[in-house]
């Protein structure tokens, strides 16, 4: 019983950081915040232009100039976005685990397929006969069959 709820408290410790998100966040916020701002700057780059006639060589320059800026934020704040779903998804699979060892028995007397789907991520079974379980967190078993 000891080591299911040393499992489980370590198991919340990473939901608990899976599920802060406030540096992403924050990230996110500051990309947005350049994109808008280089929005702005092709806005006044173009207002000058057409008030001012300014070089065109210039104007074709800065405006490439935003346009790379722009891209680069913009593909920033989607892998940010994606970063941040994948720890919210992964912190909802870690929790739904908790849950899991909290409610199971300490010995299973029918077979648990959402237990085995949940604890096993990979059965590799050998032409020599061994099996290897791999486990969510990367721990494995060899069984001899």
Do not use: H
């Amino acid at each position: 019983m000891a080591d299911r709820e040393a499992i489980a408290a370590d198991c919340q410790l990473l939901v608990d950081e899976l599920s802060d998100t406030s540096a992403l966040d924050a990230k996110i916020t500051a990309t947005q915040e350049e994109m808008e701002n280089v929005v702005t700057l092709n806005k006044e780059l173009i207002r000058m232009q057409a008030a001012k006639g300014t070089d065109r060589a210039e104007f074709n320059r800065k405006a490439a100039e935003y346009d790379e800026r722009f891209r680069k934020a913009e593909a920033r704040l989607a892998r940010l976005q994606a970063d941040r779903k994948r720890n919210l998804a992964r912190c909802a699979e870690v929790r739904s685990f908790v849950n899991a060892i909290r409610e199971q028995p300490l010995v299973l007397e029918e077979w648990d397929e959402q237990l085995w789907k949940i604890m096993v991520s990979q059965l590799t079974v050998y032409s020599d006969g061994r099996v290897v379980f791999t486990f969510r967190g990367e721990n494995t078993i060899t069984v001899m069959a």
